[in-house]
């Protein structure tokens, strides 16, 4: 369970920075794929937590 903690907490971070380039970018395309791959990331996290949310005790 602490691997899936650890998994979830870096994918977050992950998106933050994807976020934080996608506002700081100046060119229109990577401005995109970093908002993108933000979502995509929180979209992953989101499945993690879920997971967690459902897994029993002994997982």
Same mark, same amino acid.
């Given at each position: 369970?602490?691997?899936? #903690? *650890? %998994? =979830?907490? #870096? =994918? ?7 976020e @934080?380039? $996608?506002? @700081?970018? *100046?060119?229109? *395309?990577? #401005? +995109? @794929?970093? +908002?993108? =791959?933000?979502? %995509?990331?929180? +979209? =992953?996290a989101?499945?993690?937590?879920? +997971?967690?949310? /459902? $897994? /029993?005790? @002994? $997982?």
């Open positions: 369970m602490q691997d899936m #903690k *650890t %998994h =979830l907490e #870096k =994918l977050r971070v992950e998106a933050e920075e994807c @934080l380039i $996608s506002r @700081l970018a *100046t060119n229109p *395309t990577k #401005k +995109a @794929l970093f +908002a993108k =791959l933000a979502a %995509h990331q929180r +979209a =992953l989101d499945e993690v937590e879920r +997971a967690m949310k /459902g $897994s /029993g005790p @002994l $997982s």
